[in-house]
């Protein structure tokens, strides 16, 4: 089976990416595997999307509830304008999938306040990210490292790393360079392209250019 198959793969590799959505994908020498990475609609926690979705929630249930607002639903009923988050709730629907990953920021900020909601928010985004890292690890014999990618890990390193820490033993790598990055040299291997020293550096230039 796949578990016999890949133990012990001194070429397996693991990136985990978390931005509007999550997964993990594994490079098994020459095989490609994916974990997670279901749809907004089927995965539970590990996104942007998840992260903005629970703020959402919080605020809503605190306000049916007759709660004291936490700081993460005074963070929120200011971003969006309103007195109560339920007043905006077509709105909400309306905007959709990007719309609601947009509030992760908002958890981030209660964060900083040392709001306990947002705090457990993160925490639970982590421990999702880490079981899948982990499952990486057992199942397929992949190496207790992994590259970390997308627009969580890119604007909330520390906190991300630090909370990941608690539920797994894997190394995260965070790189300034874009996903594409990797396809790019893929592709130069796959057509047999000289990959010289200054590869990096040439492709951080032109990268920048073609983003004006």
């Not at 279901?38 to 919080?58: E, F, K, M, P």
């Not at 109560?84 to 909400?92: G, N």
Request: glycine share 8%; hydrophobic share 40%; aromatic share 10%.
């Amino acid at each position: 089976d796949s578990a016999n198959l890949f133990a012990m793969n001194e070429d397996a590799h693991m990136a985990v990416i978390c931005g509007t959505g999550s997964v993990v994908y594994l490079k098994l020498g020459d095989v490609y595997k994916r974990i997670g990475g279901w749809g907004y609609l089927l995965d539970h926690t590990g996104s942007a999307y998840d992260i903005g979705n629970a703020a959402l929630r919080v605020a809503l249930h605190e306000e049916d509830f007759a709660e004291n607002p936490s700081a993460l639903s005074q963070i929120l009923r200011k971003r969006l304008g309103v007195s109560s988050v339920w007043e905006h709730i077509s709105d909400i629907y309306n905007g959709g999938k990007a719309y609601i990953a947009s509030f992760a920021s908002a958890v981030f900020e209660a964060y900083a306040l040392g709001d306990q909601k947002a705090v457990q928010i993160v925490d639970d985004t982590a421990k999702h990210l880490a079981a899948l890292l982990n499952a990486g690890i057992s199942v397929y014999g992949a190496k207790p490292t992994a590259i970390a990618s997308g627009g969580i890990f890119e604007h909330y390193t520390d906190i991300m790393v630090a909370h990941m820490k608690k539920h797994t033993d894997t190394q995260l790598f965070i790189t300034n360079l874009p996903p594409i990055y990797g396809a790019c040299r893929r592709a130069c291997s796959l057509a047999n392209q000289n990959i010289t020293e200054d590869f990096t550096s040439n492709f951080t230039k032109s990268y920048g250019e073609l983003k004006k």
